[in-house]
């Protein structure tokens, strides 16, 4: 294994035994949620994916190590500390080369997973275009990840507070298909559509771990999106929410917000418009990827056990 990278004896069993695994970015744990909630939900997504019958792999960086699976001790460290950087690929080799405490976000929670053979992803919600990008060439690293990076990345679509549009513009060029889960349209994070279309609507897990197989035994390295809407109990109403945005938007500019910063200042700034119901709405997504990424690596590990070479045995002749 690489001498960055330590995976947790879990982990690394099941990665061995071809069982499924599901990397789980930890951005959601230092930067998405307040304490106690980032605990819980942490916690809550790892119940979840163990409900599938798969082993979760929370990924962060720490002491010098890009970890693969945390343990109760590592999550309440990344929950409570002050100083825990925020991870992308440009990040990743200051945070190892300095001892930095780091939470991967979702490209670099990619680059670990695939290093690591973990296939599936399950996020909230990826990164995308930012509204005014014509002008601030505001990109998410995610983007590019998506495209270099050989992940299925299991999300609600992108944050509704990106440019939609251009995101899966940005997409589509760079060859990243995204597929909808049940669904003909593109999600919208707290909102169940865009009404954008997908490339291909999936009915079932094995239709996603098909297209996975399909895609990188034809060597097309890239990553995948597969789009889950947020459940529809906890979705907010696509206009409410187009509204929040906006307001929230016009608030990170009056306050000169910008760069990395601008993410989790709407996201706050979201959950005090609506009276925490987007925090709500989040909760219940990212919860309902992790339960969805989890079938869809059962079924991509079949795919891959029927692939694996069977031990032969050696009979011997007296």
């Known amino acids: 294994m690489h001498e960055y990278l330590s995976l947790a004896p879990e982990v690394a069993d099941a990665l061995a035994e071809h069982r499924p ?18 605990v819980e939900t942490a916690r809550a997504l790892e119940a979840a994916v163990r409900a599938e019958g798969a082993v979760p792999a929370t990924i962060a960086v720490l002491d010098g190590r890009i970890r693969v699976g945390l343990d109760a001790d590592d999550i309440d460290r990344l929950a409570t500390s002050k100083d825990v950087w925020k991870l992308s690929r440009r990040d990743l080799p200051v945070a190892l080369a300095t001892g930095a405490l ?19 992803f399950a996020t909230g919600g990826i990164g995308g275009v930012h509204r005014g990008a014509e002008t601030t060439f505001d990109i998410s690293a995610d983007l590019d990840e998506l495209a270099r990076t050989s992940v299925c990345v299991v999300c609600a679509g992108a944050k509704s507070i990106l440019d939609l549009p251009k995101t899966l513009e940005y997409l589509e060029t760079r060859g990243v298909p995204v597929l909808g889960l049940g669904t003909d349209d593109f999600p919208a994070f707290y909102a169940r559509t865009s009404g954008l279309p997908v490339v291909r609507r999936c009915d079932t897990p094995d239709e996603v771990a098909r297209i996975m197989q399909a895609k990188w035994r034809l060597s097309l ?20 929410a187009e509204a929040a945005i906006a307001r ?3 608030d990170a500019d009056a306050q000169g917000v910008t760069g990395k910063a601008v993410t989790p200042f709407l996201l706050a700034r979201m959950k005090e418009i609506t009276g925490g119901r987007s925090l709500t ?15 869809i690596a059962t ?20």
């Open 21 to 38: 695994v599901v990397a789980l970015e930890s951005t959601v744990i230092a930067h998405g949620m307040p304490h106690p909630q980032n």
């Open 102 to 120: 780091g939470a991967t976000t979702v490209a670099a929670t990619m680059i670990a997973a695939e290093r690591a053979g973990i296939a599936v």
């Open 221 to 240: 390295d890239g990553g995948i999106v597969a789009a889950n809407p947020v459940p529809e109990a906890d979705a907010l109403d696509a206009a409410e």
């Open 248 to 250: 929230a938007l016009r």
């Open 281 to 295: 709405a989040n909760v219940a997504l990212i919860r309902h990827n992790a339960t969805t990424a989890a079938r």
């Open 299 to 318: 079924a991509y590990a079949a795919l891959a056990r029927a692939l694996a070479p069977r031990p032969t045995t050696n009979s011997r002749r007296g």
